[in-house]
C-alpha cells in the first residue's frame, strides 16, 4: 500500500527500512518493523492511545477466542465486500494489538482469489508493537485516524472496529463506492460486567448511522449475539484490564469482582456496512 508524507502530503519511497518523500521528509521503520508516522504537535498526549498494561490485557483476551465468532463474521462480510476485486487495498483503523487484522488477513490469503494489501493503524505505539508480532506482511502504522497517511481515494475496505467515528477523515482515503464496515456495542453487550462496575448501567445513544450519513450510506446491518462463560479470576482481569470500564471502577465494584472465579457474559454487537457515496 501507498503511504504518503504526513508532513506534505507526498507519496512516500520506500528504500530498505526507510521511507522518504520527494521533500526529503525521511521516516526509518522501527526495529519491530512498523513506521512511526505520528507527528509529535499532532499527539493530544505524551504517549497516546492504549498503555502497555491494556494492550497485554487486550491480547491475554482475545488469545483465549472468547471474541472469535464475532471476528470469523467480520470477516465473512468484509470477503463479501470485496467480491470481484482482484487486488483490495484494506485498512483497518484503530486496529489495537492486531487481533481482527490478522485474523482477516488469513482468512482472505485462505478463501480468497485476491492478493489483498493490508494496513493497520492505531495511534497506540505499543499496541502497533505488539501487533507486529501477529503477521510481518501487513503494513502496521501508529498514526492519527484525524490524518490518515493514505492516498485518497485508495481504498476498497475500511475497518472501525470499536472506534471513535471521525466520518470526513475516514472517508478521505477511500473510494467511491468502497466500504466502510463499522462495529459498535449494542446494548446488551458486556451488561454483566457493567451491573457488576456501575450503580446505574446508562443507556448509550451512539448512532452511527446518523453520525456517517455525509460520507457514508448503510447497505447493511446486523446483530451478533452470544453468551460466554469466564470460568477464573485471571480471565476476568484480563476481560477487565482491557476495557476502559476498568478505569471506572468504585473501589467495592473492584473487590467484589476480583473475588468472582467464573462469569457468564453476552456479547452483543452491531455490525454495519457503509457505502462511501
Not at 505520528?38 to 471474541?67: C, I, T, W
Not at 478521505?172 to 448501567?201: D, F, N
Not at 455525509?214 to 446491518?221: A, G, T, V, W
Amino acid at each position: 500500500m501507498l503511504l504518503i508524507c504526513p508532513v506534505c502530503k507526498a507519496a512516500l519511497i520506500q528504500q530498505e527500512r526507510n521511507l522518504r518523500c520527494e521533500n526529503n521528509h525521511s521516516f526509518d521503520a522501527a526495529k519491530q518493523g512498523y513506521w512511526n508516522l505520528l507527528l509529535a504537535h499532532k499527539k493530544r498526549s505524551k504517549d497516546p492511545g492504549d498503555n502497555p498494561e491494556m494492550v497485554q490485557a487486550r491480547r491475554q483476551f482475545l488469545e483465549q477466542s472468547f471474541y472469535q465468532p464475532l471476528s470469523d463474521r467480520i470477516n465473512q462480510l468484509a470477503s463479501k465486500a470485496l467480491n470481484n476485486i482482484t487486488e483490495p487495498n484494506i485498512l483497518d483503523m484503530g486496529c489495537g494489538e492486531g487481533y481482527y487484522t490478522a485474523r482477516l488477513a488469513e482468512f482472505i490469503d485462505s478463501n480468497c482469489q485476491s492478493h489483498a494489501s493490508i494496513t493497520g493503524l492505531d495511534i497506540s505505539k505499543h499496541a502497533v508493537k505488539a501487533a507486529t508480532q501477529r503477521n510481518k506482511t501487513i503494513t502496521w502504522l501508529v498514526a492519527s485516524g484525524a490524518d490518515i497517511p493514505l492516498p485518497e481515494q485508495s481504498l476498497d475496505l475500511q475497518l472501525i472496529l470499536f472506534s471513535r467515528l471521525m466520518p470526513e477523515a475516514f472517508a478521505k482515503p477511500m473510494k467511491p463506492g468502497s466500504t466502510l464496515l463499522v462495529a459498535w456495542p449494542g446494548e446488551q453487550h458486556l451488561i454483566e460486567l457493567r451491573q457488576l462496575i456501575y450503580k446505574e448501567v446508562n443507556t448509550s445513544h451512539f448512532d452511527p448511522i446518523k453520525t456517517l450519513d455525509e460520507y457514508f450510506e448503510l447497505s447493511h446491518r446486523e446483530p451478533v449475539s452470544y453468551k460466554f462463560t469466564l470460568e477464573s479470576s485471571e480471565q476476568i482481569e484480563s476481560l477487565l484490564g482491557m476495557t476502559p470500564h476498568s478505569q471506572r471502577l468504585r473501589p467495592e465494584a473492584k473487590s467484589s469482582i476480583s473475588q468472582l472465579e467464573k462469569l457468564e457474559l453476552t456479547v452483543d454487537v452491531n455490525l454495519g456496512l457503509f457505502t462511501r457515496r
